[in-house]
Each structure stands twice: as structure tokens, then as C-alpha cells.
């Protein structure tokens, strides 16, 4: 019958990748208007704040010569972000009016992005790289922070207490660091003494869903009546805190 004519079912593919395109295009789009909204968003939280977007701008600025960008016959719709010259284009002009661009970053801020950054490569590069970047003559706090994470990586878990030892005595409300030992303890199976770092972690800085889930796998792993009460009062109270949080 017609139906079943490769004529009919060339048509009916056609229909059918056309209507998957339109799909396509109207989800990007969509995409696309959250992500502009997402960064006037952000810049809206500079400015109130009284922090230059400069940063930002030049982090942009690194994607400007991206193949991704100078393919002529590209349909930017197929893009599944807002093109980088049309984001640069809108920081570029915020940067240009706004009356913070030019404050210098706060030194708290530069000591809070240098340990962030030296915890994020901790964990993502191979541990020997991490030790070249960060030596041991290095002695400011990130760089410590990333040998410990290093050291744990690398399966040296003496050096790395050592590590994370010295600075929790030098910091001794710092919870990410109380939790960074808890981590090393209870993945290489000493749970009873990686419960406490939990806890305290958990105490120094309260009602934080993920310190709390952190704490939560010791109490449940542990396993005695009073843990695992523990436990599902700490999960119930992630529950309230981020209602949509799978994990909990």
C-alpha cells in the first residue's frame, strides 16, 4: 500500500527528523535564555556585593578563539550553551558600566580561590603533578591543602594525616578540613575514628546538606542503635533543608 512505500517512509522520516529539530531547537533555545539569565544573575550578585566582573570577562575571553565559534555554517541553535562572543559581548558591556570593575579582588578572597583551587587540583590531577605544582617548600595553606590531598590519592595516608594534622591544629574551627580527614579515615576503612572528624566538622559548620550526608555514611556504616538513629535524623534533616536532594 502507499503506506509502505520508501517514498511514504522517506516522508514520514522526514516528518519525523523535522519534528525532532524543532524539538531540538526550541530545548537550546530555552537553554540558551536560562544560561543568559543565569549570568545576569551572577552579575547582578557582583555588583550588589561591590566585586568587579573582570574575572569573569577574563575567563570568557580564554574561549574566544574556540573552532566552536568561527565555524561560519554552524546553526548556532545545534550550540548547547549561549555563544561565548554573545556572553562576552554582555560582560564586556557590564564591566564597562559598572562602577565596582575597577576594585581589586578583597586578599580574602585571593586566599579563599588559591585553596579552592589547590583542593579541586588535589583531586583531579595525578598526585605527582600535584607535587610539582605544589612542592613541599611551599608552605602557604593551599599548598599544604593539596599535598594532603595528594598524599591521600596516592595511597601515603601516613603523610597525608600528617598534613591535614598540622592544619587543623593551626585552624582548629576549619570544618572542611575536620571533614578532609574524616574522608581519608573512613576510606581506608577506620570508621570509629573517622566519625568524630565528621561530627565535628558537622559542629563547626551546621546545617550544610553535603557535611551532613558526609556524616551520615559512618553513622550508617558503623552500624550500632544509636548511629544509625542518628543517621536517619541527620538524612531527615537534609530532606527539609533541599527538599529535591536524591542522595538523601
Known amino acids: 500500500g502507499v503506506t509502505g512505500s520508501p517514498e511514504a517512509a522517506g516522508a514520514s522520516s522526514a516528518v519525523i527528523a523535522g519534528g525532532s529539530i524543532a524539538g531540538l531547537r526550541h530545548f537550546l533555545s530555552h537553554t540558551r535564555a536560562q544560561e543568559r539569565s543565569a549570568d545576569q544573575f551572577g552579575l547582578t550578585l557582583l555588583n550588589r556585593n561591590e566585586v568587579s566582573a573582570r574575572g569573569l ?19 548556532p541553535y545545534l550550540r548547547t550553551h549561549p555563544l561565548t562572543r554573545d556572553r562576552l559581548a554582555f560582560v564586556k558591556n557590564h564591566v564597562g558600566t559598572s562602577q565596582w570593575s575597577d576594585i581589586p579582588p578583597h586578599p580574602l578572597d585571593l586566599k579563599l580561590h588559591a585553596r579552592m583551587r589547590a583542593k579541586l587540583i588535589g583531586f583531579l590531577e595525578h598526585p605527582d603533578r600535584v607535587l610539582q605544582l605544589y612542592p613541599k617548600k611551599d608552605q602557604r595553606l593551599a599548598a599544604r591543602y593539596a599535598r594532603a590531598v595528594a598524599y591521600y590519592r596516592a595511597f601515603d595516608l601516613d603523610a597525608a594525616i600528617t598534613e591535614i594534622d598540622a592544619l587543623i591544629e593551626e585552624n582548629p ?33 551546621p546545617d550544610d546538606p553535603l557535611l551532613m550526608l558526609e556524616l551520615a555514611r559512618p553513622e550508617i556504616e558503623i552500624n550500632t542503635p544509636e548511629l544509625v538513629s542518628q543517621s536517619i535524623a541527620t538524612l531527615e534533616q537534609v530532606v527539609r533543608i533541599e527538599g529535591d536532594n536524591n542522595v538523601a
Open 57 to 75: 570577562l577574563q575567563f570568557l575571553r580564554k574561549f574566544e578563539d574556540q573552532d566552536l565559534l568561527t565555524e561560519a555554517h554552524q546553526d
Open 173 to 205: 574551627y576549619d570544618a572542611y578540613f575536620r571533614e578532609l580527614k574524616g574522608q581519608m579515615l573512613f576510606e581506608n576503612g577506620r570508621l570509629t575514628e573517622a566519625w568524630p572528624h565528621y561530627e565535628a566538622a558537622n559542629q563547626l559548620l
